[in-house]
């Protein structure tokens, strides 16, 4: 069974400018996370999808990320535009059911603003 | 006050050790309980599994919840310098979100 897939694995920026990291989950699974994991911190929930739709994106800094579904399948998340606050792996993640099920993670994107 | 609160280290120790990861939480509503593993440059792998309080045993691994003491640990006994990595503890609710703990970073060495 494949794994969760994410790309690219590294992106250097500079601070203003736009990135966007795309996901493919598990076959199958219903439902995506996207976190952000500041080096040294635990990972930290950004948004959650079921199928195409938005279950969580309270922690989500709206005004500069976004993040789609389309088609209930793969994922983008986009900055724009970057701070130097945003430097961190962007994890993506996914499980076959809503709730306390088991999440399989991607290896990351490593995202550097300077 | 974090959801969650974990020791970071490093913790640094030799093979063989029996080796004890912690972490304490304040939200009692938390009811799934889980340690990943995750080694540098990879993302979280799911190691343990527990629902509400009590044991867990899995091979080298025994996961322990005390839900009255808001109180989660992870034993490693034999260790071997392949468990060298970061382990963090996340827990939910059910239908919440998934609250990670900061991770600690473990050395077991040769």
């Known amino acids: 069974e494949a794994g969760v897939a994410q790309s690219p694995r590294y992106k250097i920026i500079e601070k203003r400018q736009s990135v966007a ?20 911190q635990g990972p930290k929930l950004l948004i959650q999808f079921q199928n195409n739709g938005v279950v969580d994106d309270s922690q989500l800094p ?16 986009k900055i724009q535009p970057a701070k130097l606050e945003d430097s961190a792996v962007y994890l993506c993640a996914s499980s076959l059911e809503f709730g306390a099920d088991t999440q399989y993670f991607g290896p990351g994107t490593r995202l550097t603003v300077l | 006050q974090k959801e969650v609160e974990q020791d970071p280290g490093p ?5 063989g050790a029996i080796v004890s990861l912690n972490c304490t939480y304040s939200n009692s ?22 629902y509400s309080s009590g044991n867990k ?21 034999d260790s071997q310098p ?9 827990m939910s609710g059910g239908a919440q979100k998934l609250v990670f703990g900061q991770g600690t970073r473990l050395t077991i060495n040769p």
């Open chain 2, 29 to 50: 509503a938390f009811q799934y309980f889980m340690w990943y593993r995750q080694y540098s440059r990879k993302g979280p792998e799911l190691l343990m599994y527990t």
């Open chain 1, 62 to 77: 709206k005004d500069r990320f976004s993040a789609e579904r389309l088609k209930g399948v793969d994922s983008t998340l």
């Open chain 2, 82 to 90: 392949s468990d060298s990595a970061t382990y963090l503890c996340a």
């Open chain 2, 11 to 15: 913790l640094s120790v030799p093979e």
């Open chain 1, 21 to 40: 990291f795309w996901c493919n989950p598990i076959s199958g699974h219903a439902t995506l996370y996207w976190y952000q994991q500041i080096l040294g």
């Open chain 2, 57 to 77: 045993e899995d091979g080298r691994f025994t996961a322990q919840v005390d839900k009255s003491s808001k109180y989660i640990s992870l034993f490693i006994r």
